[in-house]
């Protein structure tokens, strides 16, 4: 699914006016509709209602709300914040139609006019949607900052107040803090950056079809995966198949202390359907690993403690693999970071790096070039920050990350809520599965893992990403219904992984 910015979404607003065709107070009125429906889902008969409006397009959603509201005997109140010296047509109109009905339409224009607002009470915010430019002030900035206050429940309809919906507000900005964010069709950029969390709330989106047309020609490098384009990627296995069909992985990883990682990635490797798996660890992880993971073959390093790439026992060279991952629990060992150097230059296939493997990168970046292209590096923020540069606010995060898969020709996986899979030619993929509780030790081993599961089997390495993030994120959530997000451990990840 595609993610556009505020003009497209004016131009499809319009495209669907045109082509559908559709009055425009017709398109509102479908909108508020679907807002209607679901908060009569959500929220019983009895719940006293309180909506503020602005004066524009989003403010004629609220009227429009407000009507429909009181049409399914909704006890509603209706407050509109006088921000500006012109309302929009459409919210004349819905103005107009409110007014037959109901004669509880006040107006704040100054602090006084706020009403008070209890802990039963629903607020429904609908001041300011995707035309807000500029930072709240005046009477708009005391209305949300009293809502903020407030301990009732808000639902902001389409984005919250004062939420930019495609670039970056100022750390001071006045913004709604909602509950729930009820957005139309598509989801905005704004919704899944993370300095965001508190202004969005629980989301959904609302599919008031918008013409279809318009969205698949439009020009975006961001998208949200949706569950159905995540499992059309998975492929089906043929019944003549064998253990040479689904690839063989090559792990590079563990130290002294830290052979746990090399054992998940390793069990999460299989899981994810690997054919044949080797897994090389410094010789004190040689019994671990073939403890803990019997499925795996495995080659113990020359070394005692941490990884050098030498080893004496027979087998092919690592160039020799369907794909390799370097990564989980490396450490940062100079004769490690020796075996990087050696290693890199003889690899063509796309291959995994993660964890310690991305610092040393990152320490001697001159490295960065000899990864093979396409392949999948996965840092969560700060080894992203060390292999780039700090940044100021998320939507700079989002152009170094485009910039550095870009000129890299690899495909990142930024970690973190909605994982974001930046690709080679400048898309961005924003994942939708997964919760807070996949934020402990060792997931990022599980994923790895898949990831290196995934390339082995065929799978090109955007796909590989785009999937394997879905379903490593799909595992953590299966995990969180069954027994909470809260002691979650990566080894409950590897147990919950489906493929199908
Ligand atoms: N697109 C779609 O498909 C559909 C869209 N729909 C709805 O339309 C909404 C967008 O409506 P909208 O464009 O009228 O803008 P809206 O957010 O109501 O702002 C109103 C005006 O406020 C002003 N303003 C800006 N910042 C300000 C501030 N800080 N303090 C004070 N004023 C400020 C600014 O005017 P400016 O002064 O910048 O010219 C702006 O024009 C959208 O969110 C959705 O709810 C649905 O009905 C149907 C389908
Ligand atoms: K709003």
Redesign the pocket.
């Known amino acids: 699914m595609k993610i556009l910015n505020?003009d497209q979404?004016?131009a499809?607003?319009q495209a669907?006016v045109q082509h559908e065709p559709i009055a425009?107070i017709n398109?509102?009125e479908?909108?508020?509709l679907s807002f209607v429906n679901w908060f009569a889902d959500q929220f019983p008969h009895s719940s006293p209602t309180k909506i503020f409006c602005?004066?524009?397009?989003?403010?004629?959603?609220g009227l429009?709300i407000a009507r429909l509201l009181l049409e399914r005997e909704y006890p509603v109140e209706v407050f509109v914040v006088r921000?500006?010296p012109r309302e929009?047509d459409?919210?004349m109109h819905n103005h107009r139609r409110l007014k037959l009905v109901t004669d509880k339409i006040r107006y704040i224009e100054q602090v006084q006019d706020i009403p008070t607002l209890r802990h039963n009470e629903i607020v429904i915010d609908?001041?300011?949607?995707?035309?807000?430019?500029?930072?709240?002030?005046?009477i708009?900035?005391t209305t949300i900052e009293a809502i903020n206050r407030a301990p009732a429940t808000v639902v902001s309809?389409?984005?919250a107040?004062?939420l930019y919906?495609d670039k970056p507000n100022e750390p001071g900005d006045i913004i709604i803090e909602p509950d729930y964010t009820l957005t139309?069709?598509l989801p905005k950029l704004a919704l899944l950056l993370p300095k965001n969390g508190r202004y969005v709330g629980e989301w959904h989106m609302l599919d008031?079809q918008?013409h279809k047309r318009f969205i698949d020609q439009a020009p975006t490098p961001y998208y949200f995966t949706q569950p159905h384009e995540a499992r059309l990627l998975l492929r089906k296995r043929d019944r003549f198949s064998n253990k040479g069909t689904f690839g063989h992985a090559l792990l590079l990883a563990g130290s002294y202390g830290k052979m746990g990682a090399a054992v998940l990635s390793a069990r999460a490797c299989l899981r994810a359907g690997v054919g044949l798996l080797t897994v090389q660890v410094p010789r004190c992880g040689y019994d671990i690993l073939q403890i803990a993971v019997p499925e795996a073959m495995c080659r113990p390093d020359t070394h005692e403690t941490v990884l050098t790439g030498q080893t004496a026992v027979d087998g092919p060279e690592p160039a020799a693999y369907t794909t390799v991952g370097i990564g989980p629990g490396l450490g940062k060992a100079p004769e490690t970071l020796a075996m990087l150097r050696t290693l890199l230059p003889t690899l063509a296939k796309p291959i995994v790096v993660d964890a310690d493997a991305l610092n040393l990168l990152a320490e001697n970046r001159d490295l960065l070039k000899k990864l093979p292209p396409n392949s999948i590096l996965t840092p969560h923020p700060k080894e992203f920050e060390r292999l780039t540069q700090a940044w100021a606010n998320d939507y700079e995060k989002l152009d170094l990350l485009r910039d550095f898969a870009q000129k890299n020709r690899v495909v990142v996986v930024l970690k973190g809520a909605y994982s974001a899979v930046a690709t080679p030619n400048g898309e961005v993929h924003f994942n939708a599965t997964g919760n807070p509780g996949l934020s402990t030790g060792g997931t990022g081993d599980v994923l790895t893992g898949i990831l290196m599961a995934l390339l082995a089997q065929g799978y090109d390495a955007v796909e590989a990403a785009v999937l394997g993030v879905y379903a490593h994120g799909l595992a953590g959530d299966r995990v969180a219904e069954q027994r909470g997000p809260i002691g979650m451990t990566a080894s409950d990840v590897i147990d919950a992984l489906r493929w199908h």
């Open positions: 505020v979404i004016r499809l607003d669907t425009p398109l509102m479908r909108a508020a602005g004066l524009g397009n989003n403010g004629g959603d429009a921000h500006a929009s459409d919210f609908a001041i300011l949607g995707s035309g807000a430019s500029r930072p709240a002030e005046g708009v900035k309809v389409d984005i107040s004062g919906a139309f069709q008031i918008l």
